[in-house]
């Protein structure tokens, strides 16, 4: 059973820093794709970043380029997110996701999702 267990979620200050992570169990995941989403209140769920776990390619969202870093550490089956220069619309609770296969940006396509950790970003 393939279990997403996000971590490193918190209030932090507009231009401050938060690393989140994803620790992923339940079955090897050499062929899967890990995404990071985040629902703000109100919104709807948004890709954010998304990593291949076999090559380590990367795509971005546009409103997080630059800022957010999305890393993976196969020893530990653990996905980060690295969000730098965070501002108050980046406040939302991000859930990590999988999905069997290429690198896709909508949510639909993810089949495993973890129960989200709130991030907040006081202006």
């Known amino acids: 059973q393939v279990q997403l267990v996000e971590s490193g979620g918190g209030l932090v200050q507009a231009g401050g820093s938060l690393r989140l992570s994803c620790a992923a169990s339940?079955?090897?995941?050499?062929?899967?794709?890990m995404g990071w989403f985040r629902q703000g209140p109100g919104k709807e769920r948004e890709f954010v970043a998304a990593?291949?776990?076999?090559?380590?390619?990367?795509d971005y969202a546009d409103s997080v380029k630059g800022r957010f870093t999305i890393s993976r550490d196969n020893a530990k089956y653990t996905v980060y997110l690295q969000m730098n220069s965070l501002k108050p619309e980046d406040a939302a609770v991000y859930y990590c996701?999988?999905?069997?296969?290429?690198?896709?940006?909508?949510?639909?396509?993810?089949?495993?999702w973890g129960q989200g950790t709130q991030v907040t970003v006081s202006s």
């Open positions: 990593i291949s776990w076999s090559t380590g390619s990367t």
């Open positions: 996701a999988a999905r069997y296969g290429s690198m896709r940006s909508s949510s639909y396509e993810y089949e495993y």
């Open positions: 339940g079955r090897s995941f050499s062929r899967f794709t």
